[in-house]
């Protein structure tokens, strides 16, 4: 019985209506009143809580006012999280085309190819030959502009060809070519035979980036050219440079010799790499 009656109370709390009424103190007179009933009460007070809610977070998403609520970014360090992504993307490609480099070089030097995108002679723009710099006029290299004047006129046509085929590389060392490029045997260049202690020469402009002794191959020698160009000299009596030094085309850069295990006598081993893949410097240099 009991609970019946709070059943009927609560039935007639929802159905009875309800009136608010505002009046005049002074003269009794009505200015508003407002009829509900329990039910119609309860769904605006819903519908206030769900606007605020709304309305709250429209402000936050949308105004400067996100800013002010604890523990939330605020425009400049958001715009810093941007800028280190950025980075940290940047860091990462560069990252790897420095991977890629050093497992080529290291190719290199073991003695490797990676022969499944042999370099093209059209891949390397030709540099402008009013930018060629003279060297001293000493006894080092007195014979530079002659050697270029010959290198100019080795094939007519150079003038109109692009790319690897159209740099003028000097010569570095003058003598008999006795070893032939052969892939198939792992043997990455060409073998020059002159003189001993003859000079040799740098074949382009560029920065030594290996100058040391290796048990097979002797003193050693690698240059890091434009274009992802690099050439190695190996065998040699002497080393003249440094690494990290910059080079000049036709600088003295070591004395020829016998170095190494794997040298037959006195000669040098001349590799030209474009792009981590050998390729026959004959085709490109007059020795």
Known sequence: MAKERKRDKLKKLFQHPYRIVIFNDLNLHIIKQIRFNARTLLLGLVGAVV?????????IAFTPLREYIPGYPSGKFREELIQNALATDSIEQKINLYDRYFHDFRAMLSGESSLDSVAKRDSVVRPNLN????????????????????????????ARKSGLASLLFFPPLKGMVTGKLDLAAGHYGVDVVAK???????????????AEWTMETGYVIVIQHD???????????????KQGEKVKAGEVIALMGNTGKETTGPHLHFELWVNGNPVNPEDYISF
């Open 51 to 59: 606007s605020i809610i709304i309305g709250v977070t429209i402000l």
């Open 131 to 158: 930018e060629l710099k003279h060297l001293n006029e000493d006894s080092l290299f007195k014979d530079k502009l002659e050697q270029e004047q010959f290198n100019l006129h080795l094939n007519p046509g150079s």
């Open 227 to 241: 274009q992802n160009i690099v050439t190695c000299y190996k065998h040699n009596a002497e080393l003249l440079k």
């Open 196 to 210: 001993l202690n003859s000079r040799i020469s740098s074949a382009l402009d560029g920065t030594v980036i290996l």
